[in-house]
């Protein structure tokens, strides 16, 4: 299983805006939504990943501890669907469905919105401030698929209560490791080459 390590965009980096469709009920999700929250997470996942069908129920337990204390959270797969299908917008809208995500999650076609992000492997996290500047990215925590490692979320818990509380966050980030996003052929970023 090939291993991708996310590009670990600058801490204090300003959320870049997006507008994306939402795959269960169309709407239009940018930042401009999470507007009066106290901090945003920006998840890159996909349906078919490993690594995120690893961690997918920590990613669900996420949004039942979090979103009620002001977190906004959106996760957006950009996968190319022609060559993987499995990440459709169907498939996803299932997905959410089937582990009852409690947050958006937005299917990127033009690949942009991830690439503003710079991300590059599913999942890749993304943590903002009220401000939306970034104050975390990197790992859930260190389990793996197969490491024996059990998945307690860990990592992006500590920077998400430190963020919600307005107290530094831990800058000793590991990057996330996982899938390489499947971008379209020829629009592959410059960062992930």
Not at 134 to 150: A, K, V, W
Request: aromatic share 8%; hydrophobic share 35%.
């Amino acid at each position: 299983m090939a291993r991708t390590p996310s590009t670990m965009l600058p801490l204090g980096t300003k959320a870049p805006n997006f507008q994306l469709p939402e795959v269960v009920s169309g709407k239009l999700i940018s930042l401009d939504t999470f507007a009066n929250k106290q901090a945003l997470l920006v998840m890159v996942i996909c349906q078919h990943c490993p690594f995120v069908k690893h961690v997918q129920n920590e990613l669900v337990k996420l949004g039942e501890d979090y979103v009620k204390q002001g977190l906004g959270i959106v996760a957006i797969s950009a996968n190319d669907v022609s060559n993987y299908p499995d990440d459709s917008p169907e498939n996803l809208k299932a997905m959410a469905q089937q582990l009852g995500f409690n947050f958006p999650i937005c299917y990127d076609e033009s690949q942009e919105t991830t690439k503003a992000y710079t991300a590059a492997c599913t999942p890749d996290f993304f943590l903002f401030d009220s401000d939306f500047k970034l104050t975390y990215r990197g790992q859930l925590d260190d389990s793996r698929p197969g490491n024996d490692i059990p998945v307690t979320g860990k990592d992006l818990r500590a920077a998400i209560e430190a963020t919600l509380e307005e107290t530094p966050v831990n800058n000793d980030q590991k990057p996330s490791l996982g899938c390489s996003i499947k971008w379209k052929s020829g629009n592959e970023p410059s960062y992930y080459s």
